[in-house]
């Protein structure tokens, strides 16, 4: 049985900082590119980015140079760290390695 799990997210100010982890089983991610989405309140999901299993990164945008995404494949774990956050960035934040989706974990930044 294939499992997503994402964690690390929270409250945070604007400006601040969160490590988000997108831990695996299940699948052997070392040959998966793994990427992360996002869903607003009231927005459709979007994406922010991707690492491939060669380690190539891409992102949306609107990261600007704020995030950056690494991934263990030992520990099967894939990491989103954020930072100069903004309130615009608020959303559940999503982990999905072809075709699974993990639940999601809450980011909120406050003003």
């Known amino acids: 049985q294939v499992e997503l799990v994402e964690s690390g997210g929270g409250l945070v100010q604007a400006g601040g900082s969160l490590r988000l982890s997108c831990a695996t089983s299940?699948?052997?991610?070392?040959?998966?590119?793994m990427l992360w989405y996002r869903q607003a309140p009231g927005k459709q999901r979007e994406y922010v980015g991707r690492?491939?299993?060669?380690?190539?990164?891409d992102y949306a945008d609107f990261v600007t140079g704020r995030f950056t995404i690494s991934r263990d494949n030992a520990e099967k774990t894939m990491y989103l760290q954020m930072s100069g956050l903004k309130p615009e960035d608020t959303g559940v934040y999503y982990c999905?390695?072809?075709?699974?989706w993990g639940q999601g974990t809450q980011v909120t930044v406050s003003s």
């Open positions: 999905f390695v072809t075709p699974y």
């Open positions: 690492i491939t299993s060669d380690g190539f990164t």
């Open positions: 299940g699948i052997d991610i070392s040959i998966r590119a």
